[in-house]
């Protein structure tokens, strides 16, 4: 991997700390929506329709000869959704997602004149252990997104830094309300893959960040007792939910039976804010009227021309969508790796290879 890739992927700005992010009444309102709504499904069953099919997905990824099962990738991380599309799911919580003081913040980060509120969605987990070395969230360019591309293109392009000029630009508040004492810290890697991390350690109780995390590795850690991270009973289809038996408790089910009880003291919610950023009224024209949107021809013109630059020989590809050896080929030059160093206090994951 060369230098100049891993120098991609540092956020605009260094992340901003901020301290007593929600009120009270704000923080007791978007409990009671979770408690309320739920209960709510794993993070790994929203994005794999089968136990399967997380399986083969990674498997690409190990070490020939490594048994894969679907255990190795269980942790008990469950999410729902406040905000969708700009659009605010829950009338009673409108004033968290539509918040003038996290536009402030969006704005100010990017130096940017307008931001627009785009999603806001929560984790909630007891004690869990992690199994992510730190990841990219996703990126999405004019006029190359979900809609018409395929993740792991939007991922290369992210990494290449060929295509700063169209990215989406975006900006998160994420606030944490973790009383824990054992892991459940941030970490994160402001000067990229190759850089010191930095941390956010717990406990954290109504405390944020404003970051850019499309282009900054990061990580939640492990937290809680380690006897409680793997709950016995855990499944793809286990759900997080109110105790009904506990005021301020919840509780993890499987199939309508109780696999777990969480204390309060033990749960980890994060709540994640989002918005779009425009620097000025022209960008933002720019990008509603998709005036100067990239097509897939542009983009495999461009990553094309780069690989030639880096002296690289290959067969132009017909179909560079399914020719498995240009993929290859840009996985291997862009490909950065995960963080090379971690925080003495978090460790990287065990690997299951390892
Ligand atoms: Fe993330």
């Not at 605010?88 to 402030?104: G, M, W």
């Not at 990229?192 to 406990?203: T, V």
Request: aromatic residues 12%.
């Amino acid at each position: 991997m060369s230098h100049d890739i891993a120098e991609t992927l540092r956020p605009i700005a260094e992340p901003r700390i901020l301290d007593g992010v929600y009120s009270e009444d704000q923080h007791r309102r978007l409990v009671d929506v979770v408690r309320r709504n739920g209960p709510w499904q794993l993070i790994l069953a929203q994005h794999f329709n089968s136990p399967e099919e997380v399986v083969a997905t990674v498997s690409g990824g190990m070490p020939e000869g490594v048994e894969l099962t679907f255990d190795m990738f269980l942790t008990p991380n469950f999410r729902g959704y406040f905000a969708q599309n700009g659009t605010c799911l829950y009338p009673e919580i409108e004033d968290t997602f539509y918040n003038r003081t996290f536009l402030e913040h969006a704005r100010a980060y990017w130096n940017a004149k307008y931001a627009r509120p785009e999603m806001m969605l929560f984790n909630i987990q007891g004690p869990s252990g992690s199994t992510d070395p730190a990841h990219l969230d996703a990126t999405t360019f004019r006029g190359i997104t979900m809609k018409n591309t395929p993740i792991w293109l939007m991922n290369t392009m992210t990494k290449s830094g060929l295509f700063t000029r169209w990215l989406h630009r975006k900006a998160q508040v994420i606030t944490w309300f973790y009383q824990g004492r054992i892991g459940g810290g941030f970490t994160y890697w402001p000067e990229g893959p190759l850089g010191q991390p930095k941390r956010l350690a717990a406990p954290m109780w109504n405390r944020g960040v404003v970051v850019q995390n499309e282009m900054m590795y990061h990580r939640g850690e492990a937290n809680g007792p380690e006897d409680m991270r793997f709950p016995a009973g855990l499944a793809f289809q286990s759900l997080f939910g109110a105790d009904p038996e506990r005021a301020d408790g919840w509780r993890i089910t499987t199939d309508g039976r109780t696999v777990q009880n969480i204390p309060p003291e033990e749960t980890r919610f994060l709540v994640h804010w989002s918005a779009e950023i425009y620097m000025d009224l022209k960008e933002l024209k720019v990008v509603m009227d998709g005036t100067d949107d990239l097509t897939h021809e542009r983009v495999f013109d461009m990553f094309i021309a780069d690989l030639r630059a880096r002296g690289m020989a290959f067969p132009v590809p017909s179909d560079p969508f399914t020719d498995t050896g240009f993929i290859r080929l840009l996985n291997k030059t862009y490909d950065v790796g995960t963080p090379r160093i971690y925080p003495v206090e978090a460790p990287g994951p065990r690997r299951a290879a390892a």
